[in-house]
């Protein structure tokens, strides 16, 4: 007969899950349809984030290029 193990019983690892699981698994999964309920999920200051990128990008997005525009048509028109 063998004596008893003397270290106490191994307590497994915790759980490693995936930051994809962990999408899957929310708790407060919004409704389906409700798209201010879903940005907020990821919190105030990312749809604030979100919201300044969108307006920056367009207003620079546009200011680029409308001058290349003109500078194009100003170059089609000089060589006429």
């Known amino acids: 007969m063998t004596a008893p193990d003397p270290r106490p019983e191994a307590v497994p690892p915790p759980r490693q899950t995936r930051w994809?699981?962990?999408?899957?698994?929310?708790?407060?999964?919004?409704?389906?349809?409700?798209?201010?309920a879903w940005l907020t999920s990821f919190g105030w200051p990312a749809v604030i984030g979100m919201a300044i990128?969108?307006?920056g990008g367009s207003i620079a997005a546009y200011l680029?290029?409308?001058?290349?525009?003109?500078?194009?048509?100003?170059l089609k028109r000089r060589r006429r």
Not at 64 to 74: A, Q, S
């Open 53 to 55: 990128f969108a307006v």
């Open 20 to 36: 994809s699981d962990r999408i899957k698994q929310s708790d407060t999964e919004p409704e389906r349809g409700n798209l201010v």
């Open 64 to 74: 680029l290029v409308k001058p290349g525009w003109r500078l194009r048509v100003w």
